[in-house]
């Protein structure tokens, strides 16, 4: 299969609408690897849990079955902490971990990066595969919930990102276009931005790590180092 190249949108001070995914886009995951190390675990295996998630609910949402992600995480830390000599009972390691995830905050580039879109008038939402409590949770814990437009997750709506439906659900509910740049899907993962390429919406790769974009996916609109320099590049 051969993917086509798209070309990038022309940028104009107009107003967008966009949807940022939420974990590891927004949220910094290391307290979940001091979880893992906490309880007796490798630092390691947060990443290749991480992983594990999401190849559940891909596998899941694309059978179409249900896929809820804090249900799939919980299962999967105890399969990621059962072979390591833990500190403490599985139950309660299995707990440590969960609540790391649960109370993880924002890269320390996303508040400023949000307010700054804000006053620039743009329409910002999350949309998630997971529950939209958290980055509520987040948002607000940094001072910039006043900045969003809403947050989305995909449960009891579509099936999980990259399917179509779930970008095309998320343009539905908040009355989006997906042309001439109306509308981007803002993340670091090339899956992710794949996905909304493929529905129609321009693409904002968040690179912090220097990472090379693997060539199978459809590539970016923009890429960013990270989320204060976007208001500038969508001007």
């Known amino acids: 299969m051969t993917l086509e190249y798209r070309k990038p949108v022309e940028m104009t001070n107009a107003p967008v609408t966009l949807f940022f995914d939420v974990n590891e886009t927004l949220s910094d995951l290391s307290p979940v690897a001091d979880a893992f190390e906490a309880v007796g675990a490798t630092r390691d295996r947060a990443a290749s849990w991480f992983a594990s998630i999401l190849r559940d609910g891909f596998a899941l949402t694309s059978t179409d079955s249900e896929a809820r992600f804090l249900d799939i995480a919980t299962v999967n830390a105890r399969d990621a902490l059962g072979s390591s000599p833990l500190t403490m009972p599985l139950d309660d390691a299995v707990d440590a971990v969960i609540t790391a995830f649960s109370s993880v905050q924002l890269h320390e580039d996303v508040a400023p990066g949000f307010r700054s879109l804000a006053d620039a008038g743009h329409r910002l939402f999350t949309l998630s595969n997971g529950p939209a409590s958290n980055a509520e949770r987040m948002l607000t814990g940094a001072g910039v919930a006043d900045a969003m437009a809403g947050f989305l997750s995909v449960e009891g709506h579509s099936p999980w990102k990259p399917a ?31 996905g ?40």
Do not use: C, M, Q
């Open 164 to 194: 179509r439906a779930a970008y095309e659900g998320a343009l539905t509910r908040t009355g989006a276009g997906a042309t001439s740049g109306d509308a981007f899907l803002v993340a670091v993962h090339p899956w992710d931005i794949h």
């Open 196 to 235: 909304a390429a493929n529905a129609g919406l321009s693409t904002v790769w968040v690179n912090r790590s220097g990472a090379h974009y693997p060539e199978h996916f459809t590539p970016p609109t923009l890429t960013v180092e990270t989320l204060s320099e976007l208001h500038k590049r969508l001007a």
